[in-house]
């Protein structure tokens, strides 16, 4: 078992932990002191409430975690005198409050959450009853055989111990738990599951959430699921079945976990993963690209550096400060490439070393963003910066169908099918036509466009791609930047971009262009109540055009199975979609404009075409953002 204070496992309280920690300490803050200031008068504390968190002490098998519920306990029953210490304990009784509120649920994303004690956050308790709900599933579906299963897990706090509680539990379960060598990047996990012909996989990872956060994701294979989605992560009904093996668990204390027995993998694991991508080497050695990267603080920049030797790319250079794994992510707000200015650093090199491409990798390098230099976005106004100069984030869906393209190229003949989720663009959709290959429209989230029979290429907006859907049955981040880079090689040596390549393929099939808009609540009621307004009252008009079509995804929609969310059509072609998000607080718009353009129109026609087509979808977002209630 993991010690939670060895230095070789890391640090073992969360930021949350030390942030309560020093509740119980006294400190000067000015919010307490403030002159004026007035505090909510101390409620009681709920009994019931009081019983369910001395139940939880009593089961946690983490000391830390134990320690500090008793502080939140002690702070929330004591008598208050003054205004300090009445915020104090109320603060810490709406803290117990939330945290006892609900159970994090497992669902298709597994768990995700805060790390803290309490059953609503991520936390040892909570993994070791999710592994053997897992286990006991698993001996379900495999009555008498043992299961095999891979665990994997990034460089977040919490991480490791995490991931050996999951093996130590489906161990003394008997099942074959094999455990990768270290903090690896998702795709290497969702490869392995394959690979080791695993009859599941888990992931300890929160991808690209907030520092204080963790995750759970689940896959299943070998003798559990078979065909397309052998070694994708999981679906319905899968998630209910193992939700409710997890529910029937007892006591955690009383859960068997062995302390060894299970098999940590070595270094021909990534090796057969770095084998598996290289197959997609195009097989030149005349590299003259200069790639800036960036794994964000995560785990996945050494093995992008290998893929990218290994192909022969000579000129990459990495962003010094994110270029180690740390849990704290400590240069960005968010960990998300998407995120404002969370690749500032990445262009900022590029623009300084007179890059042609730059890549960047979420935290656990299963989304791959791109960045290049497009001087029709330069700017003279305001303080000179990469971007001033013309660095631009493409967005997923270019980066879609930039890889789109190459790939229909490669499956033309074949019979072969993309895929993209139903929020991407539909520019996948006239791509594969145009090469005589089918395309399907899926579900939000690689787990249904994994699942595509036929699968060649498939991509969602959220910068998540598949390109070898043979090794990996999910998004992959390192792969998909190798494709991109051998892309954007062959276009150097031919004398062209990506940013001609994307205005070649709007004259074959016009422009199409996208954006998202979101709210974010604090109260999650209110993503209810936004969504069923949307529903009883949908606008008649978007910048202009007239709304000719709405659809209830929740009635199912062109065979697709029912999702929550509303569909726009417009007569000019605009669609939005409306859905709230799977992983974060939000309602999510995501938003297409479709421009004309010629075949044979000449560069200034197209630029005049992408202006356009930036007005209608700036005027596509005030109507959206005004339609979700945003000002």
């Known amino acids: 078992m993991s010690n939670p204070t060895d230095p070789a496992t890391g640090p073992h309280l969360s930021e949350r932990a030390h942030a309560h920690a020093d509740d119980v300490r006294p400190a000067e803050d000015g919010r307490f002191t403030e002159p004026g200031a007035v505090a909510e008068p101390s409620a009681p504390l709920d009994d019931l409430l009081v019983e369910r968190v001395e139940a939880w002490i009593a089961d946690d098998v983490d000391d830390v975690d134990r320690d500090e519920l008793r502080s939140l306990l002690e702070l929330a029953r004591s008598t208050p005198d003054g205004l300090r210490a009445t915020v104090r304990a109320n603060t810490a009784r709406a803290e117990l409050t939330d945290r006892f509120a609900a159970t994090l649920q497992f669902g298709t994303a597994g768990l995700r959450g805060e790390m803290a004690a309490g059953p609503n956050r991520m936390n040892r308790a909570v993994v070791r009853r999710a592994a053997a709900g897992l286990g006991g599933y698993l001996a379900q579906v495999l009555p008498g055989e043992a299961a095999r299963v891979v665990v994997g897990y990034d460089a977040r706090h919490r991480s490791r111990d995490f991931a050996i509680d999951t093996a130590g539990v489906l161990t003394a379960a008997g099942h074959e738990a094999l455990v990768l060598p270290g903090p690896l990047p998702t795709p290497v996990l969702a490869f392995a599951v394959r690979h080791l012909a695993a009859d599941a996989g888990v992931m300890v990872t929160a991808s690209h959430n907030p520092p204080a956060d963790n995750g759970y994701k689940v896959y299943l294979g070998g003798r559990v699921v078979e065909g397309s989605g052998q070694g994708a992560q999981i679906v319905p009904p899968f998630d209910a079945e193992i939700a409710a093996q997890i529910a029937a668990v007892g006591p955690v204390t009383e859960i068997p976990v062995a302390t060894d027995g299970w098999t940590t993998l070595g270094d021909d694991l990534l090796r057969a993963y770095l084998d598996a991508v290289h197959r997609l080497w195009d097989g030149s050695d005349d590299r003259n690209l200069r790639i800036a990267t960036t794994p964000l603080h995560g785990v996945g920049g050494p093995v992008l550096a290998q893929v990218l030797a290994e192909a022969h790319f000579r000129d990459v250079a990495v962003v010094e400060e994110q270029a180690g794994a740390d849990p704290d992510f400590p240069t960005v707000a968010f960990p998300n490439p998407e995120e404002k200015g969370a690749i500032d650093l990445a262009l900022a090199l590029a623009q300084d070393w007179g890059a042609d491409l730059v890549i960047a990798n979420d935290p656990d390098a299963d989304r791959c963003a791109v960045a290049v230099h497009d001087a029709r976005g330069g700017s003279y106004r305001g303080e000179e910066t990469a971007r001033s100069q013309g660095w631009r984030m493409l967005h997923g869906d270019e980066v879609g169908a930039l890889l789109g393209q190459e790939a229909a190229r490669r499956a033309e003949g074949t019979g072969g099918v993309f895929a993209s989720s139903v929020v991407s663009s539909r520019l996948l959709g006239r791509i594969a036509a145009a090469h005589g290959l089918r395309h399907a429209t899926t579900l939000t989230g690689f787990k249904w466009i994994a699942r595509t029979e036929g699968l060649v290429f498939g991509y969602e907006e959220a910068l998540g791609y598949c390109v070898d859907p043979e090794s990996v049955r999910d998004k992959d981040g390192l792969s998909a930047a190798l494709a991109i880079a051998q892309l954007a090689q062959r276009l150097k040596a031919e004398g062209s971009s990506l940013v001609e390549e994307l205005d070649a393929i709007a004259r074959r099939h016009d422009l199409y262009l996208t954006d998202q808009v979101s709210a974010r609540f604090e109260d999650l009621s209110e993503i209810d109540d936004t969504m069923v307004r949307l529903r009883a009252t949908p606008p008649a008009t978007i910048a202009g055009a007239a709304v000719t079509s709405t659809a209830d995804l929740a009635d199912g929609y062109e065979g697709l199975p029912p999702t929550d969310g509303v569909l726009w059509l417009c007569a000019d072609s605009t ?57």
């Open 575 to 631: 669609r939005v979609i409306v859905r709230p998000s799977g992983t974060e607080p939000k309602v999510k718009a995501y938003l297409e404009v479709v421009v004309p353009v010629g075949e044979d129109d000449d560069d200034e026609q197209v630029g005049r075409a992408r202006w356009v087509a930036r007005q209608r979808l700036d005027d596509v977002a005030t109507d959206v953002r005004a339609a979700l209630g945003l000002a």
